[in-house]
């Protein structure tokens, strides 16, 4: 199985600050990564896919970059309603495995 | 819009069974993939498993944790989709979630509430 490992596990930031999450696969998965962000009580959210395409209704604050075993996303300028758990997910080959999470919190 | 809504969860003894239910609106599902994805309290997403569409024969892929004791299937009469669990463990506590992906990938973008399964004595 790929193993994804995003760090950091958590964060502390402040609205406005530009923050960067990364993960890296244990072995290359070209293009095949998303990123999606979960508040509590909630189900998850696709924010990026394809390492670096911005979904459908998600604002441009976000953004992914990356290919091959290391993945980036980046918040530009953090609002209040991305407080959250992000996680990475891996698309290349099954079992779809995902990171451990990173949980952003108000600093 | 496109619609997934889970049910069928519940409390279930270790060893039990329990069947749970995925059903999709606002979308061709006969030609869609549908995943499930668990999520125990407080901890990450574990990827359950996928059945495809029809355009790739409906076929059946597992996590190695769960591979003979879950069985994903489909009914396209009812646009439903189904996770049957067997010889259930109090690992297998969870929210379950069913999830449809982009078309032509495995990324997921739309996903149901989910549905708590307890198991426990």
């Known amino acids: 199985d790929i193993q994804m490992t995003q760090s950091p596990s958590s964060v502390s930031a402040s609205v406005g600050d530009r923050v960067t999450i990364t993960c890296r696969a244990s072995?290359?998965?070209?293009?095949?990564l998303a990123w999606s962000q979960q508040k509590p009580g909630q189900a998850p959210k696709l924010l990026i896919y394809a390492a670096s395409r911005l979904q459908s209704g998600v604002p441009s604050r976000f953004s992914g970059s990356g290919s091959g075993a290391d993945f980036t996303l980046t918040i530009s300028s953090l609002q209040p309603e991305d407080f959250a758990t992000y996680y990475c997910?891996?698309?290349?080959?099954?079992?779809?495995?995902f990171g451990q999470g990173t949980r952003l919190d108000i600093k | 819009e496109v619609q997934l809504v889970e049910s069928g969860g519940g409390l279930v003894q270790p060893g039990g069974s329990l069947k749970l239910s995925c059903a999709a609106s606002g979308f061709s599902f006969s030609d869609s993939a549908i995943h499930w994805v668990r999520q125990a309290s407080g901890e990450g997403l574990e990827w359950v498993g996928r059945i495809n569409g029809k355009v790739h024969d409906f076929g059946s892929a597992y996590a190695a944790s769960m591979k003979g004791r879950f069985t994903i299937s489909r009914d396209e009469s009812r646009s439903t989709a189904y996770l049957q669990m067997n010889s259930l463990k109090t690992d297998d506590t969870a929210v379950y979630y069913c999830?449809?992906?982009?078309?032509?990938?495995?990324?997921?973008?739309?996903w149901g509430q989910g549905t708590l399964v307890t198991v426990s004595s």
């Open positions: 999830a449809r992906p982009i078309s032509g990938t495995t990324f997921v973008d739309y």
């Open positions: 072995q290359d998965i070209g293009s095949s």
């Open positions: 997910q891996q698309a290349y080959s099954f079992p779809i495995t």
